[in-house]
């Protein structure tokens, strides 16, 4: 089982709008619509903002936003705010049944 | 409001057994799907198992299939996880997440338990 692949870090000023990309294979992201990125803040357990590529639970931002392109799903971020800097970790139901998550990134905001 | 906390970490010697727990509340715990996924320090979020919310499918991670076993007992709203055979690399803070309906989404956590595997 291989993790999805993410950038290490991100970084972006207040305002500004930020991409994450998460890369995966035809037995994950390509394969199926099941692609969620989680918020972490430190110490803290992860948040879910988007589940299904592109749907956001209630509450949480429209800032925030998630889509996909062949084997590789992305979450954008527009109008940075300072309290966005966390780790950011995307995740994808795979075709053997199992779930892999992204090594995940860090968005600094400077 | 949902609830998840999980129980029974610790610090175990290498090679022996640890059972974490999970009690839910605030939702109808039969009806829904269950993760275990763990974080060791300073590290990203690894996926450790699922269990579909009648407890008749069970799915694991390559890293722990064979020595870990997930369950649940719907009558006391509590999911399992056993851990067998225990190494270093399982050091880590474990979570239980409850499924979103419809998706393999973790859309509640709890705040996790830590399981330290040292001599």
């Known amino acids: 089982q291989s993790a999805l692949t993410q950038p290490a870090s991100v970084s972006g000023s207040p305002g500004q709008s930020i991409t994450i990309s998460c890369t995966g294979t035809s037995s994950d992201v390509g394969r199926y619509n099941y692609v969620s990125w989680y918020q972490q803040s430190p110490g803290k357990a992860p948040k879910l903002i988007i589940h299904?590529?592109?749907s956001r639970p209630s509450g949480v931002s429209n800032r925030f936003s998630g889509s996909k392109s062949g084997n590789t799903a992305s979450l954008s971020i527009s109008g940075l705010q300072t309290e966005d800097e966390a780790d950011y970790y995307c995740s994808s139901y795979t075709s053997s049944s199992t779930v892999a998550f992204g090594g995940g990134t860090k968005l600094t905001v400077l | 409001q949902v609830q998840l906390v999980e129980s029974g970490g610790g610090v175990v010697q290498p090679g022996r057994s640890l059972r974490l727990s999970c009690e839910a509340s605030g939702f109808t715990f039969s009806g829904y799907g269950m993760h275990w996924v763990r974080q060791a320090p300073g590290k990203g979020l690894e996926w450790v198992a699922l269990i579909w919310y009648d407890g008749s499918n069970k799915y694991y991670a390559d890293s722990v299939k064979g020595r870990f076993t997930i369950s649940r007992d719907n009558s006391k709203n509590t999911l399992y996880l056993q851990m067998n055979s225990l190494g270093a690399e399982d050091t880590a803070v474990y979570y239980c997440?409850?499924?979103?309906?419809?998706?393999?989404?973790?859309?509640?956590w709890g705040q996790g338990t830590l399981v330290t595997v040292s001599s």
């Open positions: 997440t409850k499924i979103l309906s419809g998706t393999y989404s973790s859309d509640y």
């Open positions: 299904d590529v592109t």
